[in-house]
């Protein structure tokens, strides 16, 4: 017998987005359906970002000791268990999944429903035996990795971000397909614990980030042994032996092919819309998501949509800023807009590299050229070279008042050091907001600082300037 829910909101899908919306809602008292098919936490829990944090963090211990004789420091040759590596990420995984579990939501007063939803009409929605008529939906399914129509990739047991974690082996030689964040970052990863890597990059390797700071790291991966071949596009994969596989791409320069072990797709996401019956619901959408405007409504007025499904940057933490503003408009009927130009991003390869804000080029743009573009680096810091990790730079961008525009970093720690720069931009501060803050020393956060003032260099340069400073001195 089907059972009916007249909830104010409905939220479908319990990755980071969803679980926001639903915690604030019942917050607030209100009366929220929370519906997920697979596992609570999404993907960011169970195959995304936690799971490929815990592992970067085992292959950062493998590489430190690798480098401890340069501190004096010697551990002795470098041994990596890979099941106990798979232990470790999988512990990590079950230390947060409570937070994010069943319980925990419907001791908040969340109504959870495990079932697949959909939609059958402009105003309902049916998961399993329930049908729910909320007053709001809210759309957070999230994303999924996409797999090319590669031909014979259907024939190998190829991996993805969903199955990666499950291995207790590793690969002896892993090809990933795919040079951006995620197959730049398993492909240090895996280089660090011990199997031999090669990335395959139809076009550049972390092509949407900043070229002058993506080389800094793309370098330092290559000089760790990870092959990059770049401008190679996947032709076909076919099995080698038993046990071995070959990917064969095509370059400017010819034809090739590279034999492995293993094959880790990393291409790129679709967001996760088939099966929620949107067409029924008269919710446009395409293979990048449903169809949202900057207050993040779809086409039918009743229903929102969040994090990688509304087809934009697909980062967790934009996901729950989505929620926020979703909650804002729903609970107090105030407006809110997307703005996508305060949203950080970090790639944790080693280096990191983080960005927030306009790139240099897109700043040109807008400022028709009109801009300052300031560097720092890693080099000149002392916190940098006692830690020997002097490879990388900040490069700030500003405008004719000094306002900054965009920050991007490649070098250690650029995750942590950009938080502060995200927020400056988010309030549109200026450089003198920045000259004024006294960082502590020695940290390697001062490069911030010292790029600031360097905007400041070519005041001091100036005849009239100069004069000032001659004349002053004349009072004693």
């Known amino acids: 017998m089907t059972s009916q829910l007249t909830p104010d909101i409905c939220v479908i899908g319990a990755g980071s987005g969803g679980l ?40 950062k211990h ?45 001791a908040m007063g969340v109504n959870v429903i495990q079932a697949e939803a959909r939609f059958v009409d402009k ?27 590669i031909p014979g990739l259907d024939d190998i047991d190829y991996l993805t971000n969903e199955t990666l974690f499950e291995r207790t082996r590793a690969p002896k030689h892993l090809i990933v397909i795919g040079g951006g964040p995620i197959g730049m970052e398993m492909a240090q990863a895996h280089r660090r614990l011990g199997a031999e890597v090669t990335v395959v990059e139809g076009a550049r390797a972390l092509g949407k980030d900043d070229p002058e700071l993506a080389a800094i790291v793309l370098d330092n991966i290559r000089a760790e042994g990870v092959a990059i071949l770049e401008g190679a596009k996947v032709t076909s994969v076919e099995k080698r032996g038993k046990t071995g596989v070959r990917v064969n791409y095509e370059r400017d320069s010819g034809a090739g092919s590279v034999d492995g072990t293993d094959v880790l797709v990393a291409v790129g996401r679709l967001a996760n819309v088939d099966g ?34 509304a087809g934009g940057l697909q980062f967790t933490h934009v996901a729950g800023y989505h929620a926020g503003l979703v909650v804002q408009q729903i609970l107090f009927r105030l407006p809110a807009k997307e703005n996508r130009d305060i949203i950080p991003w970090v790639t944790f390869t080693d ?4 960005h ?3 790139t240099e080029e897109e700043a040109s743009k807008r400022q028709r050229g009109r801009i300052s573009v300031l560097r720092w680096p890693y080099a000149e810091n002392d916190r940098a070279q006692a830690e020997r990790r002097t490879t990388g730079l900040i490069k700030m961008v500003v405008d004719r008042k000094g306002r900054i525009l ?33 960082p502590p020393y020695p940290t390697m956060a001062e490069i911030g600082k010292r790029a600031a003032i ?19 001195r004349r009072f004693g």
């Not at 729910?132 to 797999?147: L, P």
């Not at 280096?351 to 983080?354: D, G, N, Q, R, W």
């Open 356 to 358: 927030v804000g306009l």
């Open 406 to 438: 965009g920050v991007s970093i490649a070098g250690a720690g650029a995750g942590e050091m950009i938080n502060m720069w995200a927020l400056a931009v988010t309030n549109g501060l200026r450089l003198k907001d920045v000259r004024g803050y006294v």
């Open 123 to 149: 105003n309902t929605v049916v998961a399993g035996d329930t049908e729910i008529r909320a007053r709001r939906y809210v759309v957070a399914t999230g994303s999924s990795a996409f797999v090319p129509p």
């Open 20 to 59: 926001s919306v639903a915690a604030a809602a019942a917050a607030f008292g209100v009366d929220v359906v929370l519906i997920e098919k697979a596992k609570m936490g999404g993907d960011c829990l169970n195959y995304g970002c936690v799971p490929s944090k815990a592992m970067i963090a085992a292959g």
């Open 351 to 354: 280096p990191e590299l983080a």
């Open 62 to 106: 493998a590489h430190a000791i690798a480098e401890a004789p340069d501190f004096g420091v010697s551990a002795g040759e470098v041994k990596v268990n890979f099941r106990k590596v798979h232990d470790h990420v999988q512990s990590v995984i079950g230390a947060i999944a409570p937070n994010d579990s069943v319980e925990r939501y419907r």
């Open 454 to 472: 360097s905007y400041y260099s070519p005041i001091t340069r100036k005849p009239l300037v100069r004069g000032l400073v001659r004349f002053l």
């Open 276 to 309: 929620l019956g949107l067409d029924k619901a008269g919710i446009k959408h395409d293979r990048r998501g449903i169809k949202v405007g900057a207050n993040l409504r779809s086409s039918n007025s009743r229903v929102y949509a969040i994090g990688d499904v």
